[in-house]
């Protein structure tokens, strides 16, 4: 595939508003997870909360997308002068030449949950004021973005677990080749809600503890909520040193089991395999791995065999779920900035909360971090249902 520049990018997580706290927790080694006060819910979890998303306001003219989901879009899109930038990009191709590309799982259902507090106690009827179709609605976030920004191209909303934000990469990079469109906003947007938290603790995929990727005593994940974006355009003849190229995608989707993944990965390896073949690289050429590493025994056990089968045991390799929690169907966009960041600062974030690795996962995995130069990453998004997308970013120069 060609190169595709990442001429802006932004994250807000429960370790930071835009990429600037975002890098220093990074440094740091430091977790945004906490114990579960969310709502009502009544679990022995920790969760990793974005703070001030409830403050937040959309605008008076979009009002009808108000949600958990789209505030926390909003509070994202603030950071980081990225509006300013999809507006002069949009200035410099014209608003129906800007695609936009994002990836949720969850969308606004918080807002239906809500609704349903507040049902009609004789008929059961939903409140009048409720908007299904610009809050729970999967494609509400796509909508609202594409509308706050004013953009009058294709909008596309990505919902396929927690692959979600990764594989808009892939949707985007197509339309850009095919000529429709000259830029796409691109990224995910996840918040929590009841039916996620109570769902994966009846899965019992949830951990009473922060979430411990490839430890010997992991024992599940920790969710967190998050929204990153990111604008491509085609590569330019000349870059600046410090820009991230998108060199490589690859999606596959084993369909082995609804939740649980092919136990040698055998999905995770077609996505990396079809990463390195698309982006014409070896293995060799990567120098650091954000993983999935969703710190459940089963997920780390199979992407440990699926990255040794390709890699070896010498590349450097960690997961950031400790720190920011697994945002679900925004994690894919959210490590994507990680690894964009790695790229710039020279810097592999070690495993927060690991402390004691797995001996039989054969993966180098790194607890410390590292400072070295990073000119390829490739990042790792696996979602249930086997779908699997991996994403190789790297140096213009």
Request: charged share 20%.
């Amino acid at each position: 595939m060609k190169p595709l520049l990442l001429k802006k990018f932004t994250a807000t997580s429960c370790i930071g508003r835009g990429v600037t706290a975002t890098l220093q927790s990074l440094i740091e080694q430091r977790s945004g997870l906490k114990q579960c006060e969310f709502e009502t819910v009544d679990i022995d979890t920790h969760v990793g909360e974005v703070a001030g998303v409830d403050a937040q306001r959309v605008p008076v003219n979009l009002q009808k997308f108000d949600c958990r989901n789209n505030r926390l879009a909003e509070l994202a899109l603030r950071q980081d002068d990225f509006l300013a930038t999809v507006e002069r990009t949009a200035a410099r191709w014209g608003r129906a030449r800007v695609g936009v590309f994002l990836g949720t799982s969850t969308a606004g259902i918080l807002q239906t949950e809500l609704a349903y507090r507040d049902r009609d106690p004789v008929s059961g009827a939903l409140p009048s004021d409720f908007e299904y179709g610009s809050t729970h609605n999967s494609f509400s976030v796509a909508d609202y973005v594409r509308q706050r920004c004013r953009l009058e191209g294709p909008a596309v909303a990505v919902s396929c677990a927690c692959a979600s934000s990764a594989k808009v990469f892939g949707s985007a990079r197509r339309m850009l080749e095919a000529g429709l469109i000259d830029a796409a906003l691109v990224g995910g947007v996840d918040s929590l809600c009841l039916t996620t938290l109570y769902g994966f603790h009846s899965l019992q995929l949830s951990s009473p503890n922060p979430c411990r990727p490839f430890d010997v005593a992991r024992d599940g994940i920790s969710i967190g909520e998050a929204a990153a974006f990111a604008l491509l355009e085609r590569m330019p003849e000349e870059c600046d040193a410090d820009s991230v190229l998108l060199l490589g995608i690859g999606e596959s989707s084993d369909a082995y089991h609804m939740s649980a993944p092919h136990p040698e990965g055998l999905g995770a390896r077609r996505a990396m395999q079809a990463a390195l073949a698309a982006a014409a690289l070896e293995p060799s050429d990567i120098d650091y791995i954000n993983l999935h590493g969703t710190a459940t025994p089963s997920n780390d056990r199979s992407e440990s065999r699926a990255v040794t089968s390709v890699f070896g045991p010498t590349t450097p390799c960690s997961s950031t779920k400790g720190a920011t929690g697994h945002t679900l169907g925004a994690a894919g966009a959210l490590e994507a900035v990680i690894s964009a960041l790695a790229i710039q600062q020279g810097l592999m974030p070690g495993g927060v909360h690991t402390t004691s690795i797995d001996p039989t996962l054969t993966a180098l995995y790194i607890k410390e971090n590292r400072r070295a130069p990073v000119r390829r990453v490739l990042s790792n998004s696996f979602g249930f249902g086997g779908t699997n997308c991996s994403l190789i970013f790297g140096r213009s120069g």
